[in-house]
């Protein structure tokens, strides 16, 4: 049951926060071509006004497509509004769930934004401070281990408080100045704002941007595939460097597709 609950958690928690990202490209009056939960096989699609609708079967990310053209005459202001959006929405969503775990209502949740604040902030700049190399690539920190020891999370904290602690990673992780994440796009939107200010074509601007846009890409799924690869290789009896070799093949096998790079920089 405790798989159930994270799937839950972990769908409902990308689900408000790509709400957030709808909701403000609908203010703006910006279209929508696509909302997509989850990653990998799809297993849900149809069609709402303009907008396709994706449910696809892991619950591990998602994305707001929103029509690139109309989205790029918006000012700096309104397109930065679209990206912090998200996080907005998951902050006040943790304030509500808050107030629904001490069943004191959402003003009460505000009351304890200080003290709980607070706490995140410690807790990243302790997580940033320590956090090794050893605790990225690991060949036991690989999806299996991951996915049970948050199912043993949900279990421990409860289906609420899991959803809280869940709301805080995505608030943190989404506004690092990562260029794949919500924090980064407004450096990099910036940047190409900027780069155009200067003269600079369109094409060249993308030709500058679209490989920061991969590298990052590949730097955030790379302790994934490592790892995955590592624990793989390990129980067939593959060294380390031999685990990395075939990680290498994979990565020339993304290089190839790479054409295609544009669309990182299209989905919020």
């Known amino acids: 049951m405790s798989f159930a609950f994270l799937a839950i958690a972990l769908y409902m928690t990308i689900f408000v926060h ?3 990202h709808y909701f403000a490209c609908k203010l703006f009056k910006v ?3 696509e909302f997509s939960l989850g990653l990998g096989p799809q297993l849900l ?3 709402y006004k303009d907008t396709r609708l994706t449910l696809k079967l892991l619950p591990l990310g998602g994305y707001v497509e929103p029509d690139n053209k109309i989205e790029q005459r918006l000012n700096l202001i309104k397109r930065y509004i679209i990206l912090l959006s998200g996080v907005f929405l ?3 969503f943790f304030i509500m769930a808050i107030g629904f775990i001490h069943k004191s209502g959402f003003w009460e949740g505000l009351k304890s934004i200080p003290s709980i ?9 302790e997580f940033l401070v320590n956090i090794t190399m050893s605790d990225i690539y690991s ?3 690989n999806a299996q281990q991951t996915m049970v020891t948050m199912s043993q999370n949900v279990h421990n904290l ?13 608030i943190v992780t989404n506004l690092l100045p990562i260029p794949i994440l919500d924090g980064g796009k407004i450096i990099m939107i910036t940047l190409e704002r900027v780069l155009l200010k200067l003269g600079i074509s369109a094409e060249m601007v993308a030709k500058i941007l679209n490989p920061i846009y991969f590298i990052s890409f590949i730097l955030v799924i790379s302790p994934m595939f490592i790892n995955e690869i590592w624990n793989l290789g390990s129980e067939i009896g593959l060294s380390l460097s031999q685990s990395l070799a075939v990680y290498a093949i994979v990565i020339s096998f993304f290089m190839v597709i790479s054409k295609k790079i544009k669309s990182f ?3 919020i």
């Open 158 to 170: 409860g289906f609420w408080r899991f959803v809280i602690t869940l709301n805080i990673i995505i």
């Open 18 to 20: 790509e709400l957030g």
């Open 139 to 141: 060949p036991q920190a």
């Open 45 to 47: 699609s149809t069609k």
């Open 31 to 33: 279209p929508v071509m």
């Open 265 to 267: 920089s299209r989905k």
């Open 90 to 92: 998951n902050f006040i």
């Open 117 to 125: 604040t607070l706490i995140v902030i410690n807790v990243t700049k």
